[in-house]
């Protein structure tokens, strides 16, 4: 299982989707409803530890 972050494009609402690795292009092209509104239009919220620039190793 894999945690993504989706953020809602009507309410601003974060949440967190839980799914099967093998489910995440499914969940690309279907988002999940928001859990506020209700409504489709969410987006998956790039996660701040994505960020991080590569370390010196
Ligand atoms: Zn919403």
């Not at 601003?12 to 928001?34: D, T």
Request: aromatic share 8%.
């Amino acid at each position: 299982m894999a945690v993504y972050e989706f953020q809602c494009r009507a309410c601003g609402q974060r949440f967190e989707v839980k799914v099967p690795m093998r489910e995440h292009e499914r969940l690309k092209q279907e988002p999940p409803a928001c859990p506020g509104c209700g409504k489709r239009e969410t987006e998956q919220a790039v996660s701040l530890f994505s960020c991080k620039p590569a370390s010196s190793f």
